[in-house]
């Protein structure tokens, strides 16, 4: 009996000792996985909120784009690859910008992980690489068109990047161009549709071996909407934020609205910027699918963000506007980034309406 026992706590033990390593695996395995997202969250001290909010954002134009529907295994693929993609562009080209502007970042956010020898330059190289190289399969994922398009802006952001914004005597030259990332996010969805999952045809574009592109002339003009007020809300929020950053970009020679017309008309063209950008959505309200679940929250955090940049637009020193601008640089980016969820949430709710009173 006694050396039953003995045998028995034996293998108890043994089972014990098996489950332990088991969980050490498991550990190592998910301490892997979550690194990297502890390191993106620390990385640029980004709010969970719009961590989560990106994935809204980058479902929300091929859903925009496919329409009010029934959805199938297909539309989901294509949104699941557009997120995606644009996730890892996302990061990747921000990676890349702390890379070539690493000289700046000295001077105005010597926090960053570059400047404040957080990790080295090689291995943030490498981190920029993997980003770059997921964009790119999954891109190819949705059509080979998209993964085109991707790589036109890769190349032309990391040009861009590293020897446009600091040589090119354009004024503003470096804010002008800097919202193409985002204006990607717009072409990217509804091209994901047009090439992937067409839906009308009385346009169609056909290339040997890359494909067609099937769309229609409404489809266009609600890609352009979209693009504009891409462009004009991101951009408003960036003429705030260059604001702050003007001493820095002035001693590098980059090309900026503050640096090439002073703090005060960046100032008013910010402004001018989240007008246009207010008038585009409500276009976009009158011309896509969008319905009224978008257009009465837009018109609140619209309203609210002019305030702000009107406080902008009226501060009395210089000082003051460096600490206006950075908080309506922030906001002005979380009205930008809550409006494309509110698309998403829109065509949500529209689609999920129509399989309850089916």
Not at 8 to 22: A, C, D
Not at 196 to 205: G, M, N, Y
Not at 215 to 222: E, F, G, R
Not at 255 to 271: D, L, M, Q
């Amino acid at each position: 009996m006694g050396w039953q026992f003995e045998k028995s706590n034996e293998k108890y033990l043994k089972s014990i000792s098996s489950y332990e390593g088991f969980l050490r695996k498991v550990r190592r395995k998910l301490s892997i996985l979550t690194k990297p997202l502890k390191f993106l969250a620390q990385w640029r001290s980004l709010p969970p909120y719009e961590l989560i909010s990106y994935v809204f954002m980058y479902a929300s134009v091929p859903m925009l784009a496919y329409g009010i529907k029934p959805y199938n295994i297909e539309i989901i693929r294509i949104i699941i690859f557009t997120v995606m993609t644009l996730y890892s562009g996302f990061f990747a080209a921000l990676i890349w910008n702390d890379i070539t502007d690493a000289d700046i970042d000295a001077l105005v956010h010597p926090d960053r992980p570059l400047p404040s020898g957080r990790i080295s330059l090689k291995r943030f190289f490498g981190i920029a690489l993997i980003f770059s190289a997921s964009t790119f399969i999954f891109a190819l994922l949705v059509s080979m068109w998209c993964l085109i398009l991707v790589m036109i802006v890769a190349l032309f952001v990391t040009f861009h990047d590293k020897y446009l914004k600091k040589k090119v005597r354009i004024p503003a030259y470096s804010e002008i161009f800097t919202p193409l990332q985002w204006v990607t996010v717009a072409v990217f969805g509804f091209l994901a549709i047009w090439t992937a999952l067409p839906q009308q045809e009385s346009l169609t574009f056909p290339l040997p071996f890359l494909g067609s592109i099937k769309t229609s002339y409404i489809a266009v003009k609600q890609m352009l909407l979209l693009v504009a007020f891409t462009y004009f809300a991101d951009n408003a929020h960036d003429l705030a934020e260059g604001i702050v950053d003007a001493e820095g970009d002035r001693k590098h020679g980059v090309r900026t609205y503050a640096t090439s017309f002073g703090e005060r008309i960046a100032a008013k063209i910010s402004f001018l910027m989240f007008i246009l950008s207010g008038v585009l959505g409500f276009l976009l309200f009158l011309y896509t699918p969008l319905s009224w679940f978008f257009i009465i929250p837009f018109i609140g955090i619209w309203l609210y963000i002019l305030r702000y940049s009107y406080r902008l637009l009226k501060a009395r020193d210089l000082e003051m506007m460096k600490k206006l601008g950075a908080v309506v640089g922030r906001k002005g980016f979380d009205y930008f980034l809550f409006s494309y969820d509110l698309i998403f949430l829109d065509v949500f709710l529209q689609i999920l309406l129509q399989y309850i009173w089916r």
